[in-house]
């Protein structure tokens, strides 16, 4: 490969950075990462009616959290607005675009016209000049739009990276408009100038814009600049075959943060969600940017799998040092209106094998720093009047403890087992459902050293 390789992302701010984006994202940053190239950040905001900062800001916390950093951007559209005139103007000067005067009442009569004689709808050119063509009357007040002189016949063609070879003819698209009446860009024109100013060289993303491919391409070729290559990545299906949305739950990054996901996991399963390394589940991003050479991304759409997310959550939960983790939790339980300590890195080695999400961690962590409530079934199954005065037994044992360790409290629960001749899961589960509010947590002995004595021993009175 000849130059360097530059990708990019093209988000709009109209909404959260949605799964797919991400996805898509994370493949062009990957495939710039693993040929030493450059990766950049383009916000594409011309659509100036639902872009909103919110959305941008958004989108720039979830590539930062994701750990997709670019070396460009965020450039804005709406900031390169004179470089689009300014490159219209050429067109216009040089035949390649022209002005449309047409209102909308007459573009509506015109598709109706078409629709009635069963064609296809596509404006008809009707303020294209061509050589003998008288035009219509300039009608006053209407502000023009320009429109690309689209060829109108013979096939674009191009050997698109993820889907193999594409023709579309040029008789199936027409002469779209670049420039609206109050002087911004649409999307196939401003993308082009963007993409050949930003020497973008390798273009992936969703493949609902296939469509939009072929007049990219006729535009390029107009305006004398280098084409990129296109690779186009299906579409993410929900768990019932539909494309996902948010009608079927959640679609942007944010909602997995705030739901406790990890962003390694998530890169880990977006990578693998219409790509593969050979039979390879868990990698690190390193390890997708040394694999990543945009070989074995597939052709057919991807299905989203939420069970198979959540296993590669735990799996990275568990793999992920306590001391690190528990920041995570921390952040969580902020949001319960709950102050951690210190004490959270034990409580995530204790708990991080059983929770797939940091919400779960913080789920079981909430025990240790707010009141529970044993649900009156754990009460009635664990917490027999048979087993009560064991339990002040051991109340009393504990009070006495000088070191208050794992140790010192198996040694007490030993003790209290054998003063009143039970087995350990008859004093060990009432023992949980009041602590911890459950009957079951990790050994309790471990459980109850994290806690403080006089914790332990006020919900133990609870009996
Ligand atoms: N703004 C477009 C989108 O979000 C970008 C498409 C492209 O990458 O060309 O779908």
Redesign the pocket.
């Known amino acids: 490969m000849t130059g360097k390789v530059r990708t ?5 701010p109209t909404g959260f950075l949605h799964l797919g ?1 991400a996805r ?1 994202a994370l493949y062009s940053w990957a495939y710039a990462r693993h040929h030493g190239g450059e990766f950049v950040l383009r916000i ?1 905001d011309t659509d100036v009616a639902r872009s909103t900062q919110d959305s941008t800001d958004q989108i720039l916390a979830s590539m930062h959290w994701l750990g997709l950093d670019y070396d460009e951007g965020p450039i804005y559209q709406m900031q390169r607005l004179e470089r689009y005139r300014e490159v219209i103007a050429q067109m216009l000067a040089a035949g390649t675009a022209y002005h449309c005067y047409c209102t909308p009442a007459e573009l509506e009569e015109m598709r109706e016209a078409q629709r009635a004689r069963g064609e296809k709808t596509l404006y008809d050119r009707r303020w294209r000049p061509e050589p003998g063509k008288v035009l219509p009357p300039v009608p006053e007040g209407v502000p023009p739009v320009v429109r690309f002189c689209n060829p109108p016949e013979g096939d674009v063609t191009w050997n698109d990276l993820v889907k193999g070879e594409i023709t579309i003819n040029n008789r199936e698209i027409d002469d779209l408009i670049i420039l609206r009446p109050d002087g911004v860009p649409t ?1 196939n024109f401003a ?1 082009v100038v963007d ?1 050949w100013d930003m020497n973008i060289t390798h ?4 493949d ?2 296939i469509n ?1 491919t072929p007049w990219q391409i006729n535009i390029f070729r107009a305006l004398g600049a280098p084409l990129p290559q296109f690779g186009h990545v299906p579409v993410i299906l929900g768990d019932d075959g539909q494309k996902l949305s948010k009608r079927r739950g959640a679609v942007s990054v944010t909602a997995y943060e705030d739901n406790g996901y990890l962003p390694e996991a998530m890169l880990n399963y977006l990578a693998r969600l219409g790509w593969s390394h050979g039979d390879d589940e868990l990698f690190t991003s390193a390890q997708m940017v040394s694999w990543f050479d945009g070989s074995h991304l597939s052709k057919s759409p991807a299905q989203w799998d939420a069970a198979k997310l959540a296993w590669v959550n735990a799996q990275y939960i568990k793999a992920k040092a306590d001391a690190q983790l528990a920041p995570l939790v921390a952040a969580q339980l902020k949001k319960r209106g709950i102050e951690a300590d210190d004490r959270l890195v034990a409580i995530c080695a204790l708990f991080k094998d059983r929770c797939e999400t940091t919400v779960a961690l913080a789920d079981w962590a909430a025990a240790f720093y707010a009141d529970v409530s044993p649900s009156e079934a754990d009460r009635a199954q664990h917490l027999s009047d048979a087993v009560k005065p064991a339990i002040a037994t051991l109340a009393d044992k504990l009070a006495t403890l000088s070191t208050w360790d794992k140790a010192a409290i198996a040694a007490a629960i030993k003790e209290t087992l054998a003063a009143h001749s039970l087995k350990m899961p008859a004093l060990a589960m009432p023992v949980r459902v009041l602590v911890m509010g459950t009957p079951q947590t990790p050994s309790v002995d471990a459980v109850l050293a994290i806690f403080s004595k006089e914790k332990v021993i006020e919900r133990l009175k609870e009996a």
Request: no cysteine; hydrophobic share 30%; net charge negative.
């Open positions: 990019r992302i093209a988000p709009s984006t898509t594409e999307y993308v993409d273009v992936f993303r969703g609902e814009h939009n």
